[in-house]
């Protein structure tokens, strides 16, 4: 094996994980982050669609991270090191369809550098873990078509059982990233049609479409347990929803409560491609440009692989760009990444012509050792890193999480504030800090806390219901967003001076009702 094939990847890894810690968040934050914070080092159970792959994954981070700091920050490193890891198979992935490992090099910073990449790794997130898989699932696909030459007559048995098992695999590794995120069943269709491209008789051979189907479906299975197990017969002290029923599971499972969130999909078709031009060019520069070059050129070198990710890349742009509902740009990373293939693809085969290479042939994209191919190949991976070069500093400043310690002043005043009868009637981007705090941290011990979720699973009633509850037993704080109006216009709130001003409200009696 070349040095380089080694080298390659590892030196993408570890810049990556590099970039991602230093602008790592030093701890607790609010919202969903705090969520998987939370979920990951006590195997709970997550919003939909649950996230078990994520949750099982960070609690095995979790235990081998522990020297490295507290539970959140060990999460927070983990979605660092699936960066790290996503960088590095990609240079593999780009080395596979160029033959040339050093622009997979280039490929795999630029990937790390791309700015929406960069901000996933800082922060516990289920994106990061998402794009790893994704490049798992294109490197095994592709190690699948350069190996199953259907079409060959010399082809052994044996050395179609060795391809096959690359399938099996990516089988396997679909079925953890539907587990770890929904945007994965997205890539069904496009996986399809780069099978059925590659083997159009695979239907004729039952045994490795049965197997395909197995790993798929147990690996589905395993991972999905994760949810019924640990809010019921394995309960768990963090738990969402009741995925141990039957209708609870299934509404976690296909995300029920954000049904409605795909507004409009074939409005404003003009208004979108327009924010998805100026969104290729925040994160791509001035290479943003030739991605559609990039796609031609590998629908010409590598077509099966072109319709793939190009297909992928459409139906996921398309998802996304009528998707109401946190935030999205997020759910670009899988685009980002086929267009950094794409890019590849084209700088490989500029190489080839600046060398004096005539002829392109679709599958042997080599580097030549002659003093032009040498040059080109650092002139293409200069142009690759440009933009992310130059505007490396506000790159880096954008995604700065290092000094973000707000969630934890709140926290550490929440848990000096809070009597330890205290009930908490909170709204979700405080409540995970909450948790956090005293399921993982052991802090606010007897403290109730309340959030929207919690009234519908016990059927607790109105926000007015729950103050009325324990108003007159135990002390009553208040946790609201922006609908203060409604609480303040029937009780009395007393707010408590907090590091995020007026997010915590002491209930402190009724408004009298007027004679």
Not at 265 to 274: D, E, H, M, R, T
């Amino acid at each position: 094996m070349r040095i380089d094939r080694v080298a390659a990847p590892v030196v993408a890894a570890v810049v990556a994980f590099g970039l991602a810690r230093t602008a790592l968040l030093p701890g607790v934050a609010f919202w969903d982050t705090a969520e998987l914070q939370a979920v990951g080092p006590l195997m709970g159970t997550a919003h939909p669609t649950g996230f078990p792959t994520y949750v099982i994954l960070g609690w095995v981070a979790s235990v081998l991270l522990q020297p490295f700091g507290e539970p959140a920050l060990r999460m927070n490193l983990f979605a660092a090191i699936s960066v790290a890891v996503a960088a590095g198979v990609a240079v593999d992935l780009v080395r596979a369809l160029t033959r040339s490992a050093w622009i997979g090099l280039a490929a795999g910073l630029g990937l790390a550098l791309t700015p929406q990449v960069w901000a996933i790794g800082t922060h516990a997130e289920a994106h990061a873990l998402h794009l790893a898989l994704v490049a798992f699932l294109l490197r095994l696909l592709v190690g699948w078509e350069s190996r199953a030459r259907p079409d060959d007559p010399w082809a052994g048995e044996a050395e179609r059982a060795r391809a096959d098992r690359w399938l099996v695999a990516a089988a396997a590794v679909f079925a953890l990233s539907v587990g770890n995120h929904s945007l994965t069943l997205l890539l069904a269709p496009p996986i399809a049609l780069f099978v059925l491209a590659v083997d159009p008789r695979i239907l004729r051979r039952p045994r490795l479409v049965l197997a395909c189907a197995a790993a798929l479906l147990v690996t589905l299975v395993v991972v999905y347990l994760e949810l019924p197990l640990r809010a019921g017969p394995f309960r768990a002290p963090l738990v969402y929803g009741q995925p141990h029923t039957w209708d609870g599971f299934w509404y976690i499972v296909l995300a029920e409560q954000f049904r409605g969130s795909l507004v409009d999909p074939f409005g404003n078709l003009g208004g979108k491609l327009a924010d998805l031009v100026d969104l290729t060019v925040a994160e791509l520069g001035w290479l943003a440009p030739l991605v559609p070059f990039g796609l031609l050129v590998t629908a010409t070198r590598r077509p099966r692989y072109a319709l793939l990710t190009g297909t992928a890349a459409a139906i996921t742009v398309f998802f996304a760009a009528s998707y109401d509902n946190a935030a999205i740009g997020r759910y670009y990373i899988g685009p980002i990444l086929f267009a950094w293939t794409w890019l590849a693809v084209l700088a490989a085969t500029a190489i080839e012509l600046a060398a004096g290479r005539g002829r392109l042939a679709p599958d042997s994209i080599h580097q030549r050792t002659v003093p032009a191919g040498l040059v080109a190949t650092m002139l293409a991976g200069v142009i690759l890193l440009g933009p992310a070069v130059v505007d490396f500093g506000d790159r880096a400043r954008t995604v700065d999480r290092s000094r973000q310690d707000v969630a934890a002043r709140w926290l550490d005043r929440a848990v000096a504030v809070l009597e330890p009868n205290a009930v908490v009637v909170s709204w979700w981007s405080y409540s995970t800090t909450l948790w956090y705090g005293q399921h993982v941290e052991g802090r606010l011990p007897g403290v109730e806390i309340i959030d929207d979720r919690t009234r519908l699973d016990r059927e607790l009633g109105s926000l007015g219901d729950v103050i009325d509850r324990f108003l007159d037993r135990r002390p009553v704080y208040v946790i609201r967003l922006d609908d203060w109006q409604e609480v303040e216009q029937d009780y009395v709130i007393e707010m408590v001076p907090m590091p995020m001003p007026d997010s915590l409200g002491r209930v402190v009696g009724r408004q009298k009702e007027p004679s």
